[in-house]
């Protein structure tokens, strides 16, 4: 479970910028709350919906939490645009970025943290929270004439494997995390203290971008049959006219398979498919010119193979139609993208999910649909989600502290805070409250006079006449 996530020195976050999913003493809806066994009468909410004007900084948020997570999981270097992009809005800035995530794993609570600069890590901890307060697990810190200071609990590991640790953390690059480079190795089968933190931010936290598509879905469609129906019966309950999904997979015809592909591109991809070891890994997927996707391996036999997933429609006298993916309106495929992720909330395993844009490309009625669906799961898996969708701004589906804010200030700064921060009556309108800007985050429209869109003088009697320049 995630308990808080903090930034500092990140694109619009130039200050300090606390997220919290502790749960504050509000009583409604007692069934989104998930005891925290590191904290005596603890409880973190499962949902978290946030709010703000285009450019406010809510991506910046999600972008935030996936660079600490591609720190540990791919090992980023911190010289990578994607990671080092400090505030830019002052000069000079010489502060280092910072990330840090607090999280509960097989009953303990951790908290990892960095600190960056444009070329190294100056410092990464590691700390386990043992009744109330956090103990070291490891520290390593980078000096400005590049001597490394590392330190190691004599609880954390044996003293063989700590001489063998402190040589590892001086062999790191200095612009990549330790956490990173010690499970890139034969060596962290030694290090069972720091498993279950590396296996959070490798399976636990999964972080979705507003454009993400899923690498996976096809396959995954094609080997799980329980999947497959979940996705069917997703794709049911959105009223999108899909009866059903089918899968198949067969061997390429290269004249008949590959028709939606320029032929200079056929050729491309028939070479790649020829250097697949046998009984590979899939190739793809490779989207054609109507974007309908394509995978392609090679089974044990060397016969190159060519998986699709259709789309069944009922055609109201009993029969049916498959449609390619590509065919699907982009609301369809945006849900069909968003099903595995939370599909894997059902299966009751521990999982955060962040997802950018949650509502991007669907009805507002589907968007509350896939919230309730993840509120109702059981386990401890959490959904936190940027949204413009004000009609789940309601407190009949979600608690005050599951709602939060994001404000960019007249500095181009960006501010986090929580509903739970100001005094709402129970049966309050939220959304209404939101919308006239009661809770801030909301964009100020100036007068369009200056925009050049206001009718000429003698044109003021039909407001459809507007002249631009």
């Not at 007692?30 to 009468?41: A, D, I, N, T």
């Not at 840090?100 to 386990?128: D, H, N, R």
């Not at 390593?140 to 001489?163: H, I, M, N, Q, Y």
Request: hydrophobic residues 40%.
């Amino acid at each position: 479970m995630l308990v808080q996530f903090s930034c500092e020195n990140f694109r619009s976050f130039g200050d300090l910028a606390v997220f919290s999913m502790l749960a504050t003493s509000d009583g409604k809806h007692p069934s989104h709350k998930v005891v925290l066994p590191s904290r005596k009468g603890a409880h973190a909410v499962r949902c978290a919906a946030m709010y703000g004007a285009n450019a406010s900084g809510k991506s910046n948020l999600v972008k935030a939490i996936d660079s600490l997570r591609g720190l540990v999981v791919e090992g980023r270097s911190v010289r990578a645009g994607a990671v080092m992009q400090p505030f830019r809005l002052c000069e000079p800035n010489s502060r280092p970025t910072r990330f840090e995530a607090i999280f509960v794993t097989q009953g303990k609570e951790y908290t990892y943290g960095v600190a960056l600069s444009p070329t190294l890590v100056e410092e990464e901890y590691l700390l386990c929270r043992q009744g109330s307060s956090n103990r070291l697990l490891f520290g390593r810190e980078t000096l400005p004439d590049g001597e490394v200071k590392v330190d190691f609990a004599p609880l954390f590991v044996s003293k063989d494997v700590r001489a063998f640790l402190k040589y590892k953390v001086l062999d790191t690059p200095p612009d990549q995390t330790f956490l990173s480079a010690v499970f890139d190795g034969n060596f962290k089968e030694h290090l069972p203290r720091l498993s279950p933190v590396m296996r959070w931010f490798q399976e636990v936290l999964i972080v979705v971008s507003a454009d993400a598509e899923n690498r996976a879905l096809e396959v995954r469609a094609h080997r799980s049959s329980v999947f497959r129906d979940h996705l069917a019966t997703t794709l049911r309950n959105a009223g999108t006219g899909i009866e059903d999904v089918v899968t198949s997979e067969s061997p390429i015809d290269w004249d008949r398979d590959l028709v939606g592909f320029a032929p200079e591109f056929r050729e491309q991809i028939r070479s790649r498919v020829d250097q697949l070891e046998d009984d590979g890994l899939y190739l793809g997927p490779v989207p054609d010119m109507n974007g309908t996707r394509y995978l392609f391996r090679r089974n044990a036999d060397g016969i190159a193979l060519i998986t699709r997933m259709h789309l069944r429609h009922g055609t109201g006298d009993g029969t049916a139609v498959d449609f390619d993916t590509g065919e699907e309106s982009d609301g369809t495929q945006r849900l069909m993208h968003l099903d595995p992720v939370l599909f894997e909330m059902t299966k009751g395993l521990e999982h955060v999910l962040i997802i950018d844009e949650l509502d991007r490309r669907l009805h507002t009625h589907l968007t509350r649909m896939l919230v309730e669906q993840a509120l109702a799961c059981t386990g401890n898996s959490q959904l936190v989600f940027t949204t413009h969708d004000t009609n789940l701004l309601d407190l009949d589906l979600l608690r005050r502290d599951e709602i939060w804010f994001v404000e960019k200030d007249a500095g181009g700064r960006s501010h986090l805070y929580s509903l739970a921060e100001f005094k709402v009556r129970p049966d309050i309108q939220v959304r209404k409250g939101y919308l006239n800007g009661r809770y801030g985050a909301i964009p100020f429209i100036g007068s369009v006079d200056g925009l050049g869109w206001t009718a000429e003088e003698g044109d003021k009697g039909d407001p459809s006449i507007a002249k631009v320049g």
